[in-house]
């Protein structure tokens, strides 16, 4: 089967075999103890019970719209069709979008609601569906997906997460992604609880990470415009003082995922939130700071990707 891109999205192909559907069901089960994240809360969202993340069982949308500011390949020259879900996973000190992520700001949809955001991105000419932190919703999203499928989506599913996830919400999500956007902030797990509130994040994103490779693989497959049709992009955000680990995560994308992995290394750090009672985080990044960690994706064999520049000198 192929589209103007050259190939179908993964979610038509599974709802041409019934497996879609049959995902729904999985997904929507998983809800009554929730397994959704590495935290494995347990709550029944089904009966209005909340977790460590504060969502309920409808998705919660921020936003939604063309987003023109991700890698080339994403946001192409139509823009990426992003969604912004309310709440997260994480309790990040210096998250820049904290009033969605920490506070909840937004509207709950339903999933048809949330299915028509799907194709109305898709009229707008937006080259993809980009769903911005979408873990803690993943059973909405299955859901809204196989109802805008049956309406005509059939553009590619950009998975936007930070890198936490559980092995079991993957397994939901093989063959239905096709674009992977995950983070992978730290390699150590004592600063990623200190920092971000995550338990056990090292392990479980490069399970993670691992995982996402095996679906996707790791060449980012593009169409004839240029545009990415398959596969998966790593992102890191350099953060102060070496917080963020920047050579041994590299090192180890290196290594274990293999030089031809897509990295996209951030500079766009500022202290946002509670950041600025932070000792270092409370700074702006040092361009030395950055220029090292431009050598560790040197050092770890990573060329392919994108570098952001650092425009300042501090």
């Known amino acids: 089967m192929t589209t103007q891109g050259g190939i179908w999205p993964g979610y038509r192909q599974l709802a041409v075999t019934g497996e879609l559907a049959q995902r729904v069901e999985d997904a929507r089960a998983m809800l009554r103890a929730c397994q959704l994240c590495p935290r494995r809360c347990g709550v029944n969202r089904l009966e209005g019970q909340r977790g460590y993340c504060g ?50 700001t937004g509207n709950d949809w339903t999933i048809a609601q949330l299915a028509e955001a799907m194709l109305s991105l898709q009229r ?47 397994a939901l999500l093989d063959g239905l992604v096709d674009i992977y956007l995950p983070d992978s902030k730290y390699a150590d797990d004592g600063v990623a609880q200190d920092l971000s509130g995550y338990v056990g994040y090292v392990g479980a994103n490069r399970q993670a990470l691992q995982e996402m490779a095996r679906q996707v693989g790791l060449t980012l497959l593009l169409d004839d415009q240029g545009l990415a049709r398959r596969g998966m992009v790593v992102r890191h955000l350099v953060l ?16 274990v995922l293999g030089p031809e992995v897509h990295v996209s290394l951030m500079a766009q750090y500022f202290a946002a939130h509670r950041a600025h009672d ?28 994108w570098r952001q520049e650092l425009d300042r000198s501090y």
Request: glycine letters at 10%; proline letters at 6%.
């Open 55 to 104: 969502a309920g069982a409808l998705p919660r949308i921020a936003s939604h719209g063309p987003h023109r500011w991700e890698e080339p390949p994403i946001s192409g020259t139509r823009g990426s069709g992003t969604i912004f879900f309310s709440h997260c996973t994480a309790r990040c000190l210096f998250c820049q979008n904290f009033p969605i992520s920490q506070m909840g």
């Open 278 to 305: 932070h000792p270092v985080l409370k700074r702006k990044l040092y361009h030395r700071e950055y220029r090292e960690a431009l050598a560790a994706v040197e050092a770890a064999g990573l060329e392919n990707g």
């Open 124 to 170: 707008r000419g937006c080259h993809n569906i980009n769903l911005v932190t979408p873990t803690h919703y993943v059973a909405a999203i299955i859901e809204a997906v196989a109802l805008a499928c049956e309406q005509g989506l059939s553009i590619p599913l950009v998975y936007n997460t930070s890198g936490y996830e559980s092995l079991e919400t993957l």
């Open 240 to 255: 102060p003082g070496g917080l963020s680990q920047t050579a041994e995560v590299m090192a180890w994308l290196g290594a």
